[in-house]
T-cell receptor
Framework: NAGVMQNPRHLVRRRGQEARLRCSPM?????VYWYRQLPEEGLKFMVY????????ESGMPKERFSAEFPKEGPSILRIQQVVRGDSAAYFC???????????????FGSGTRLTVV | DAKTTQPPSMDCAEGRAANLPCNHS???????VYWYRQIHSQGPQYIIH???NNETNEMASLIITEDRKSSTLILPHATLRDTAVYYC?????????FGAGTRLTVKP
């Protein structure tokens, strides 16, 4: 029973390139959440998605960042024209269709460490 | 955006109980208190959650005050592997926002 799978674990990009981060939720989970963690800081919410829908993107930067969760396949967090300030750990979490407090909240992946050089 | 207040850091001796406090004075009646921890750079790990009753599982105990304005996470016998950042989060529906947490250091 695999958990939340994120890949790649480490990603190095040059300034101006694009970064694509993938997240496969736990089996049976249809809600996906992305968080960003800058060095020595806490996790900051970015976006909440259900299949084919963005539910809450209030934490997403207005430019260069986008997210999708297609009907088939993993959720993708895309960062265009990366800059050094995008260097961070990006964590994905998933939850069941109905977030009930009988469940264990969110299940997190191991994260993708993005380094922009 | 976080609705909780935690001390930034705490120390605990190995084998002793670690008591991590959290204030959530603006919590509403249908909001739960969740605790997660993050060991080094790993993904956050669920510990425990509760509404108003005290809760216990194999990892920890959660004590929630009667007025629900604060809670305490108790690790009964802390080990070196419990060194981590501990996050107290107030959750309603699908909204889980993390604060800065408490960095717990367990010392030999």
């Amino acid at each position: 029973n695999a958990g939340v799978m994120q890949n790649p674990r480490h990603l190095v990009r040059r300034r101006g390139q694009e970064a694509r981060l993938r997240c496969s939720p736990m089996k049976g989970h249809s809600h996906v959440y992305w968080y960003r963690q800058l060095p020595e800081e806490g996790l900051k919410f970015m976006v909440y998605l259900q299949k084919e829908n963005i539910i809450d993107e209030s934490g997403m930067p207005k430019e260069r960042f986008s997210a999708e969760f297609p009907k088939e396949g993993p959720s993708i967090l895309r960062i265009q024209q990366v800059v050094r300030g995008d260097s961070a750990a990006y964590f994905c979490a998933s939850s069941p269709e109905t977030f009930k407090h009988t469940h264990y909240g969110y299940t997190f992946g191991s994260g993708t460490r993005l380094t922009v050089v | 955006d976080a609705k909780t207040t935690q001390p930034p850091s705490m120390d605990c001796a190995e084998g002793r109980a670690a008591n991590l406090p959290c204030n959530h004075s603006t919590i509403s009646g249908n909001e739960y208190v969740y605790w997660y921890r993050q060991i080094h750079s790993q993904g956050p790990q669920y510990i425990i959650h509760g509404l108003k009753n005290n809760e216990t599982n194999e990892m920890a105990s959660l004590i929630i005050t009667e007025d629900r304005k604060s809670s305490t996470l108790i690790l009964p016998h802390a080990t070196l592997r419990d060194t981590a950042v501990y996050y107290c989060i107030v959750v309603n529906n699908n909204d889980m926002r993390f604060g800065a947490g408490t960095r717990l250091t367990v010392k030999p």
